[in-house]
């Protein structure tokens, strides 16, 4: 008997990595340290927000987003036309793919970076350029030299995920001189509310001066909301437009909304959230180092361990002492910043560890 006929698709899906999201944790007596999720539930504002959409799920939510936006236009000091929400920055980020970049085209970005990039660009039938990071940093100046005629979009993940170390305004500046006006630079900026170094630029401060700079950001890590799935572009007209022609329609859900503009009225109760969780990486920070583990300096909300090929093992004894951390291949271990509790959770099992 031949073969059941399939259905034709295209020939190079098949071969397109598969992006591997961070396991379920088992139990909740386990702590997951490997999604870099805000360990704190939403706030009983937030919740009240989401509550009373619920009764409204039978119709559709507002294709534009039009009241997050006004919201977020009035925060940001920026025109509604140049914000464009999204299902997750991801989401936003493979739109802003598919606007501007095809077959033939290259995009290029640093790696080790987040792990989407390559699989959203495969998809788009462009041509992912990995630059890789040096002393686990942006190179910026070879990402630069790299660019060519064929070059269409540039990301920068700034703080980058999952070394946690964040790109200088200087430096950012000579490159986005040196980046061809024609090519739109991302500055993915998902854990922007982190940072604490004032030489780490606001991207928003920079795409106002670069009609070919775009920012992302998103409610996903700050503000809590990983699991409604939204974020949001901050580009130029013809940019955002280009992106809206690409995005899904009714793309963000009205719970995803409402739950976003709540989270932006309670912002300073958020924010407090979030400098205590700046405070713990310092401290995670301290104590790794001062038992002897080599730690670069994060921005975000996590940290890198760059264990080689120890990296399965570390991630191993982690999990069997309840504690999930994220390993990538034989490079490295990213640990998310947690609760304290977790947090000391984690540190004993990195005191006890001996390879
Ligand atoms: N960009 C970076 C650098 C990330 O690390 C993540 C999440 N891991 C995202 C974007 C996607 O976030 P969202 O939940 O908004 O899709």
Redesign the pocket.
């Known amino acids: 008997m031949p073969p059941p006929p399939v259905p034709r698709l295209r020939a190079d899906v098949s071969g397109l990595p598969r992006y591997v999201p961070g396991r379920t944790a088992p139990s909740d007596l386990v702590d997951k340290l490997s999604?870099?999720e805000n360990p704190y539930p939403p706030l009983p504002s937030v919740l009240a927000a989401m509550r009373e959409e619920l009764g409204r799920v039978n119709r559709y939510p507002d294709a534009r987003s039009s009241e997050l936006v006004a919201d977020l236009s009035a925060g940001l000091a920026v025109p509604p036309e140049h914000l464009v929400p999204g299902?997750?920055?991801?989401?936003?980020?493979r739109d802003l793919l598919r606007a501007a970049a095809g077959d033939g085209d290259e995009v290029l970005f640093a790696w080790r970076?987040?792990e989407?990039y390559p699989l959203l660009v495969w998809a788009t039938g462009a041509t992912p350029v990995q630059i890789p990071l040096r002393e686990e940093r942006h190179d910026l100046e070879a990402m630069a030299d790299a660019v060519t005629d064929r070059t269409r979009l540039i990301l920068v993940?700034n703080p980058?995920?999952p070394t946690g170390t964040a790109v200088h305004r200087g430096e950012l500046k000579r490159f986005l001189d040196r980046v061809p006006d024609d090519v739109l630079v991302v500055l993915?900026e998902?854990?922007r509310e982190f940072v604490d170094d004032t030489d780490v630029p606001d991207g928003i401060a920079l795409y106002r001066d670069s009609p070919n700079v775009a920012v992302?950001r998103?409610?996903?890590?700050a503000y809590g909301l990983?699991r409604l799935?939204?974020?949001y572009a901050v580009a130029h007209p013809p940019v955002a437009a280009a992106l809206r022609a690409c995005t899904v329609p009714f793309g963000v859900s009205g719970l995803a909304q409402a739950a976003a503009r709540a989270s932006l009225k309670a912002e300073p109760e958020l924010m407090e959230r979030v400098q205590i969780l700046v405070a713990e990486r310092a401290r995670v920070t301290r104590a790794l180092r001062a038992a002897g583990w080599s730690v670069p300096v994060s921005q975000a909300n996590f940290v890198w361990l760059r264990l080689g090929p120890h990296t399965p093992a570390f991630a191993a004894a982690c999990e069997a002492a309840g504690v999930m951390v994220r390993p990538f291949g034989d490079e490295g271990v990213r640990i998310t910043i947690g609760t304290p509790e977790e947090n000391d959770h984690l540190l004993k099992i990195a005191g006890d560890w001996r390879v």
Do not use: P
């Open positions: 999604s870099n299902t997750g920055s991801l989401g936003v980020t970076s987040f989407a993940c980058n995920n993915d998902a854990y992302l998103t409610f996903s890590k990983a799935r939204v974020g």
